[in-house]
Structures are given as C-alpha cells and as structure tokens.
C-alpha cells in the first residue's frame, strides 16, 4: 500500500475542517465540543496496561465446594509482585445478573448510510463467552462429538441465563460464525451446520445478522476436510502452529474493545510446543528443531492486553492407553507403554496448558462430560474480581514478574494468571510483526477489530474531493498512547487504511495514511475531550464495492477494522450501465 503522512502540529482545530457524523451511542461529534472535561468514551485493558503501567489481574474466588465467593473487598486482598506487595488502585467486583430471555445481541441504532463503525454492539449485562472450534488440530471424528456436547450443553441452558456466546471456527484462517448472542436455538444451528459446505459469514461486531442488515459480508464457503488434522512433516506442523497463533492472535484483537473479561472455550485435540528433532534424520537430526516459547508468550500477552481467559477442552476425552489395545505385547512392555502415552499426552497438550496458565483460564483434558467443561468454564466469566495496581518495579526489562494474590479468609481458592512479562512495549515493538498484524485485520475475511475504536464517513468524489474518494475517520483520543519527546510535545503516530474489494471478493486495490500528531500540554487536553480526525483519499472507479477499513497505533499496535459496502459515484454507474444494456 502506498504510504503518506500527514503531520499535526500543536493545534488539534487544523483537523476539524470536515465534520462526521456521530451519535450519543458512539464517539462525540467534533463540530459540538462537550463545554468541559469528560469521561474517556473508551478505555480498554490493553491501553491500560501500555499506557499506565496499570496491571490488570482478573481474580475467580470461589469456596470449599467450588461456588463464586460475592462479599469481599479491598482490604481482604492481597497483592504481591516477585514477593513485594503492591498498592491496590483498581478493585471492582463483576457479577453479571439473570435477565429476561432475549432472542438475540442488543443492536447500536442503525448509523446513516455511508457511516461506518467497529464499536461493539452486544450489551454488557451478560458474560461474554467464546466457543472456538479447532478444526485445524481436530480430526473428523472428534470434532463431531465436540458438537454433539456443545449442542448437549445449549440445550440445557434455562431461559435469562445472562450468557452471550459467540462461535469462531479456526482453519488456515479464523472465521467468525456467530457473533454475541443469547439466541441459543440461533447457537445451536451455527454449531450444526460447521461441517457443511454453507458459506461462513463475516459477521463482524457490529453488523448483525444477514436478516437485518444488507451490509453484512458473506465469504466464500470454508471446506472442512481442508482444515483436519491430516499434516505430516515439519514443514507442514510449522505452518499448522503458525496458522493457530495466527488465529488465536487475531481473535484476540477482534475481543480487545468489549470491556471486562472475556472467556475463551478452545475445543481442541492439540497444539504441540515446537517441533522436535527427528533421529531418523541422522547427523541432520536437529535440522527441522523449531522452539515458539516466545511465540506462544507473545500471543498470550496479547489475550491478556485482551482481558480474555483460555479454556483449552480436549474433546477426546479420556486418551486411550495403548497396552489394551494393541495385540502380543508382552507383560514386561506394559509399563513402558503406559508411560508412553503418559508423556505423549502431555505434550500434546504442553501449550494449551501454558496457555490457559498464562490467561488465567484452566485446562480441560482427558474427561468425558466436554459439556460440564464448558459449563465450569463459563462459570468463571460470571463472577470475578478485578484488582488493579501500578507495580513498583519501573524496570520494563522483558522478564517475567510473579504475581500472588491472598485474601484474609480461611477456605476461599483463588485464580488468576500467575504473572506478566515486563516488555517495554513503547517504540520497542518489531515493526513487522505488528504490521503483519495489521494487513491480516485488512482482510477480508477477518473479524472485526476493536482494539482501537472509531468511525469512518464515505464522502462521494466530487471538485472539493480532487475526484476521489474521501474518507474521514474519527479515533477516540483517549486509546491512543502520546509520547512525550525532546520537543516537549506528545506525539502519537497512527495508521489509516482501506482496501476494496469487488462484491465477490476480488481485491482491487487500497492505500494507507500515517496520521503524525504532535500536541503541547493545553492542546493534548483538549484533544482528548474530542475526537481525533484523520483523511484520506482514496481514487476509485464507479462502483459497487466492498471496503475494508483500519486504524492502528503504531506505538502500543492497537488494531481497529471493519467491513463497509459501498457504492462509488452512483449516478454515474447508473449512467454506465445503462449505456451497456443499449449496446447491441
């Protein structure tokens, strides 16, 4: 894509010049600034934790026999860091409440036609769940009993339940295949139909169904036997684990803008650590040795900036032990067999197990009842605290920090994650993995973003446009990291992007901006009592069209997209067509 720039110096009014709609469910309008200081419209973990240093720890207490403890507070916790104890500044309790039974996600008010949003449009007074399908470390037969115990499961779940589930299926790439909803008969059709040759629909977090909504975005149909388990070699095992961190990445960014915490079901047979060496292979035994300890690090980091927790469920159940199935093994061979399939258990499930540690989630392996799993799972996002503190350790050196939480009361068991690694994300970020990041939220595709929210207006070409397209994107200021630098200025570099596609999916080209921002002190807080706005131009021919569109803060790599459908100088398409039809 072709990059330019556009650079703001000390006052935030230069870019005001051309309003956008908005609305009291979205970010204020920048041609009515509020008369004071308000309240930040957005401010996720991720931002958080980059900006602040604030260290966001989701807390599950429950007692003796395993049920949610609702009636402690501040002073019954606390908080240590590598065996220090640090100062609580965030404390809140979650506890969602049983509502009225509701036949589906609670919609924003419909924007004007060529307004485009990536603000989440599910309600928060439900616990927000996601079942993940892994058809790409799952075999047929697996993944068929998996559906089977998750239709068990919906099927049981009593009317006001305040759970919303959402349904992703990971292949090559990740699909969305039901956004948040507390339709269960909904859920439990999606569930039905992932192994068919239907198509899977971009439903991204906030364009509903395709019933409501003409802008909804259909993909082409994801065939199912291309994503079994099926791969053999190292070549291919390195392509399966990356497309899995790939997957669990983007899920991450995609969840990023809904508040609170996020459970994650991941219904999967394995996803090994690295690959090993292979002795057959002689002196070249060490040639295919592959080590993603840093990877899987890196993708949990982001699931926690996410504020998501991983349930890893092993749909298999018990494993099978190999001594009772096999034919002339001899009693001395027993024992060796049953360690075997011990050790090969465990590392099957070796970074599921890591991942779940790393979120605050838990494991579940080598059980029958997947349905009592995810029950137990979702359980965990109904009630828990969060605990909030600026560590006392400003030494952002990339190690791991351990966390302890206690409370004062006998009988209470606690969990959350045991720690966080101190990265100095600031400016220290590889610029290509985060870039990487970005052009894979551009596709078409790929779910929502809501890492970094914002709206974007589609103004048609015309004299005042130079003929182009305009584009006009308003970020929220307040999840967005200014620096401050030499000049005594607070700096903030973020990326505007499109992409066009045809109505069948054809990619026909995009382009990019760099917003560079650079405020003084008084211009900084009156920025972030608006909207920061951004323009690009964008050339295109009269037609129908179907837009990608992203922002991204280059110093922290938070991502927001979404999809748009538009069409481009209309009259004059109709003018062409017309022409067309007349021709003999």
């Known amino acids: 894509m072709r990059r330019a720039s556009l650079v703001v110096l000390a006052l935030f009014s230069c870019l005001i010049s051309i309003p956008i709609y908005s609305q009291s469910t979205s970010l204020p309008s920048q041609s009515t600034p509020p008369p004071g200081p308000k309240k930040p419209v957005y401010e996720p973990a991720a931002v958080l934790k980059v900006t602040t240093r604030l260290v966001v720890l989701d807390v599950v207490a429950t007692d003796r026999h395993g049920h949610p403890v609702t009636d402690l507070q501040a002073k019954d916790f606390t908080v240590s860091e590598d065996g220090k104890q640090q100062q609580l500044r965030v404390f809140n309790l979650r506890r969602t409440q049983v509502v009225a039974a509701t036949t589906g996600s609670k ?83 999606v569930i039905k139909g992932v192994n068919s040759d239907q198509p899977i629909v971009a439903d991204s977090a906030t364009v509903g169904s395709t019933a409501d909504n003409p802008d909804l975005v259909a993909v082409p149909p994801m065939p199912v036997k291309e994503f079994a388990n099926v791969y053999e070699g190292p070549q291919q095992l390195d392509r399966r684990l990356q497309y899995t961190l790939d997957g669990l990445s983007s899920l991450a960014h995609h969840l990023a803008g809904y508040p609170g915490r996020k459970n994650l079901i991941w219904v999967s047979t394995t996803f090994p650590l690295g690959i090993a060496p292979d002795p057959e292979q002689g002196p070249n035994e060490f040639e295919n040795l592959r080590d993603y300890e840093q990877a899987i690090v890196s993708v949990s980091q982001t699931l926690v900036d996410a504020q998501v927790a991983v349930y890893p469920v092993d749909p298999r159940g018990p494993l099978g032990i190999s001594m009772y199935g096999g034919q002339g093994s001899a009693p001395s061979d027993q024992s060796g067999s049953l360690q075997g399939d011990s050790a090969s258990g465990d590392a099957e499930h070796s970074t599921m197990k890591r991942v779940a540690q790393l979120t605050g989630g838990k494991a579940y392996f080598n059980q029958n009842d997947i349905d009592d799993a995810i029950r137990s799972s979702i359980e965990d996002g109904s009630t828990y605290y969060t605990l909030g503190y600026y ?140 909207v920061l706005l951004a323009h690009l131009y964008f050339d295109l021919s009269p037609g129908s069209y179907l837009l990608r569109l992203g922002v991204m803060d280059e110093h922290t790599g938070l991502i927001g997209s979404t999809a748009a459908r538009v069409t481009i100088n209309p009259t004059a398409l109709a003018t062409e067509n017309k022409k067309n039809d007349e021709k003999p």
Not at 122 to 136: F, H, P, R, T, V
Not at 437 to 448: I, N
Request: net charge positive; glycine share 4%; charged share 25%.
């Open 391 to 530: 560590p006392d350790n400003k030494d952002w050196n990339g190690r791991f920090r351990k966390i302890e939480a206690k409370v004062n009361r006998h009988g209470i068991k606690l969990r959350y994650r045991p720690g966080y690694y101190a990265l100095n994300t600031r400016g220290t970020q590889d610029p290509r993995v985060i870039f990487t990041a970005f052009e894979r939220a551009l596709k078409l595709d790929s779910p929502a973003s809501t890492g970094l929210r914002f709206e974007v207006g589609v103004v048609q070409p015309s004299d005042k446009t130079q003929n182009k397209v305009l584009l006009n994107f308003a970020l929220d200021p307040n999840a967005i990291t200014f620096e401050k630098e030499d000049d005594n200025l607070q700096h903030a570099k973020v990326d505007c992007a499109v992409q066009a596609y045809t109505d069948k999916g054809q990619f026909v080209k995009g382009d990019a901006n760099t917003l560079t921002v650079a405020l003084d002190g008084e211009s900084l807080r009156k920025t972030m009592q608006n």
């Open 107 to 189: 919609k924003l008010p419909r924007l004007p036609a060529n307004i485009f949003t990536n603000i989440p449009s599910y309600s928060q007074s439900s616990s927000l769940n996601i079942i993940l399908l892994d058809l790409l470390n799952t075999d047929f037969q697996d993944q068929a009993y998996a559906r089977q115990r998750i239709l068990k499961y919906l099927a049981n779940i009593p009317d006001g339940e305040p759970i919303a589930v959402a349904v992703y299926v990971l292949g090559k790439k990740l699909r969305l295949v039901q956004d948040f909803t507390s339709d269960f008969p909904a859920l439990r059709n």
